[in-house]
């Protein structure tokens, strides 16, 4: 930086000429001068009011347009073209017909904001566009507040888009919102203030006022970054329980009754006319080998498919741990497991984490997941499936990548917290029903 201002003073003393280059000397004893006086100030305000309302204004509706387009390709199709068309259409032609729809005074507030919207509805869309239905279905299945999924998976999901584009359009605001003012003249404003230099030849006011919008672009900059990882830190932050709950594991209401259902995939049969009974609070194991529908079954069970033919009773609440981990990045081990159970009454709650940071190791539990290895992610995740209410505990191959030791502990761990609720384990090791006390259940 030094270098180039050096370099320009060099020109500045070549040419010779205040008119023709004013160097930086020049132009920071005019912003000096400047500063002092109220019409500064008062330019510099009402600018920024502008731009402000105008990038607030973008935001929001790339928010909430950006929601509904992922909500609806419908939306989103018919929403394209026109966002495409302003990214790519001229500042300038916009700016000069908003002068003639809406006059000077305000015409810095709609050029910002239609500058505004499309990088940030496109980064927003994309980020909710990365967000998975695995990811969706472990939020449905166990229970996870409205509010909570909003906070600690979807803004994880979008923040790095958001934070991305964000670094390109608070500048974007303040280059549109100038060129506005400086074509449309409105009175007390920093582009008023720019032209007034232009017409009276002074470069040196010209350079004060760009100098003053960089370092107000570079502060707005700083300021809404600063802004948006308060906002990412809230997704990191421990769920909170709902003080000391008293939520009593009751006897299960309901059993799980399959009457000649049938399911498949693209028209291939994975579940033909399968009939059996999960009555409340025994125990079962599926076995049968990769691809004969123990996880189909668990889907039905779960509700995130119907059968094609037949029936599946189920009760209102299950919990289920997946052949995937489906933890949430952001969160650390305990974290995951307190998303889950915010109504567990507290002694329970402090039992579990002990629990985990006997599986983990010391502490553990305040892991980051990142750093957590394969075995530990999948102790993590069987360990929040034992914290979800439920009336029924589905545990899709608890037991895949465990050493014999671990697979010890975490029978027992299953053996201590499973309580009254219906056990259904889908496995491939024939002794699994006997270490869990278990019915075996042929799968197909």
């Given amino acids: 930086m030094v270098f180039w201002l050096l370099v320009w003073q060099i020109a500045a003393w070549a040419v010779g000429n205040h008119i023709l280059l004013a160097g930086p000397l020049d132009a920071a004893m005019a912003l000096a001068a400047g500063i ?13 009011a502008r731009i402000l309302a105008g990038f607030a204004i973008a935001f929001a509706l790339a928010l909430i347009l950006g929601t509904a387009s992922w909500k609806s390709a419908l939306f989103r199709d018919v929403l394209h073209p026109l966002v495409t068309f302003m990214k790519s259409v001229p500042v300038v032609c916009i700016i000069v017909l908003l002068l003639v729809w809406t006059g000077a005074a305000n015409v810095s507030v709609i050029a910002v904001a239609l500058m505004v919207f499309p990088p940030v509805y496109f980064s927003y869309l994309e980020g909710l566009r990365q967000t998975s239905d695995d990811m969706r279905q472990m939020l449905s299945v166990f229970g996870v507040r409205a509010g909570w999924r909003v906070r600690y998976y979807y803004l994880s999901a979008v923040m790095p888009y958001v934070t991305s584009a964000s670094k390109v359009v608070v500048g974007i605001a303040w280059k549109s919102g100038v060129a506005a003012e400086v074509i449309g003249i409105p009175t007390g404003s920093i582009g008023a203030g720019i032209y007034s230099a232009k017409i009276g030849l002074s470069t040196a006011d010209l350079f004060a006022w760009t100098f003053a919008v960089v370092a107000l672009s570079a502060l707005c900059e700083k300021l809404f970054l600063k802004l948006l990882d308060f906002i990412a830190s809230k997704s990191a932050s421990l769920p909170r329980a709902d003080g000391d709950a008293q939520e009593t594991a009751s006897a299960p209401t309901a059993s799980i009754v399959f009457s000649n259902a049938s399911f498949g995939y693209g028209g291939e049969p994975v579940i033909c006319d399968f009939t059996k009974t999960f009555e409340a609070g025994r125990r079962y194991c599926l076995m049968g080998p990769s691809g004969s529908g123990k996880s ?9 498919a119907e059968p094609t033919t037949g029936s599946v009773e189920r009760p209102d609440k299950l919990s289920r741990d997946f052949q995937e981990d489906r933890l949430i990045p952001t969160l650390n081990a305990w974290g995951n497991v307190a998303l889950v159970c915010p109504s567990l009454p507290n002694h329970e709650r402090g039992l579990l984490k002990f629990d985990l940071d006997e599986l983990l190791g010391e502490d553990s539990s305040k892991l980051a997941i990142e750093a957590c290895s394969g075995g530990m992610k999948r102790k993590v995740a069987l360990v929040r499936a034992l914290a979800a209410p439920g009336d029924a ?11 014999d030791v671990s697979k010890t502990d975490v029978i027992a761990l299953i053996n201590r917290h499973l309580r009254n609720r219906t056990l259904i384990v889908a496995t491939h090791d024939r002794n699994d029903p006997t270490y869990l006390n278990a019915e075996l259940v042929r799968v197909p």
């Fill in 36 to 48: 002092i006086t109220p019409a500064f100030w008062a330019a510099v305000g009402f600018s920024f």
């Fill in 393 to 403: 505990l589905l545990l899709d191959e608890p037991f895949a990548g465990l050493d």
């Fill in 296 to 304: 189909t079954l668990m889907d039905l069970m779960c509700g995130f």
